[in-house]
């Protein structure tokens, strides 16, 4: 956990080192970190209508839509991050603003696994639309345990999905796809000898990352509940 914890704080130094000149000039230019949240938003939202107009306008071996919606996820994800340092580097911190960013950090992630479900369930992928609402409820649990454990007065931060690896997972891997796409079809399909059924297509660089997503998040959330009741039967016999 304390390794886990010490690579993520590592990774996080690196990307602010990276991305601090772009949140200077947002500090320049007058945008405040709820400015910088309600953007991130915005973004989620236009990922949400890529995905449905991919699934009323495109057809099932048209995935530029998923790579391209993919991208704009990883673009609002980084409106995710500045927020947070636009608040730290402008003196901007105030307890509002943290609740609004949580708020419409929710609300961005809901609107997002919509876009996805639709698309899926548009073009008859309907096990993975399971997945992806699966995954939905997997995200929002982890976000509310550790949100009710702080409550509570308990530290609950630990798990393998947390929010800004499952934006990555699903981004990256639909960026993936969606170039995949070209070279080898959105129709590709890959069978196995003796077996009528195919064990792959080229949607699947993006539905099994979601189903991962779907298996992990859950967990998380049962692993931060767990080591939650942990804490308070610690507290109870001290």
């Not at 057809?59 to 636009?86: E, T």
């Not at 630990?158 to 796409?181: D, K, W």
């Not at 070279?183 to 189903?211: N, R, W």
Request: include cysteine; charge should be positive.
């Amino acid at each position: 956990m304390e390794q886990q914890t010490s690579m993520r704080t590592s990774l996080q130094s690196g990307i602010y080192k990276v991305i601090n000149p772009v949140v200077k000039i947002f500090i320049k230019s007058g945008l405040t970190p709820n400015a910088v949240t309600s953007i991130g938003f915005v973004l989620n939202v236009g990922v949400a209508v890529i995905f449905i107009l991919g699934a009323e306008e495109g057809n099932r071996g048209d995935l530029s839509y998923v790579g391209w919606a993919g991208g704009l996820i990883l673009f609002a994800g980084l409106f995710d991050m500045l927020d947070g340092q636009v608040a730290r580097l402008g003196n901007m911190k105030s307890t509002f603003g943290a609740l609004y960013d949580s708020v419409l950090d929710r609300y961005s992630e809901l609107i997002m696994f919509l876009g996805i479900c639709y698309y899926l369930v548009g073009h008859h992928y309907f096990l993975s639309s399971i997945f992806a609402f699966i995954a939905l409820i997997g995200s929002m649990m982890v976000s509310y345990v550790r949100a009710r454990a702080e409550g509570l007065g308990i530290e609950c931060k630990g798990g393998l999905m947390q929010r800004p690896e499952r934006v990555v997972t699903i981004g990256l891997c639909a960026v993936l796809c969606g170039l995949s796409s070209i070279y080898i079809g959105g129709d590709y399909k890959l069978y196995i000898p003796g077996i009528k059924f195919h064990v792959f297509e080229t949607i699947s660089i993006f539905t099994i990352p979601i189903a991962a997503v779907a298996v992990l998040t859950n967990i998380t959330a049962f692993k931060r509940l767990m080591d939650a009741k942990n804490t308070l039967l610690k507290q109870k016999r001290n």
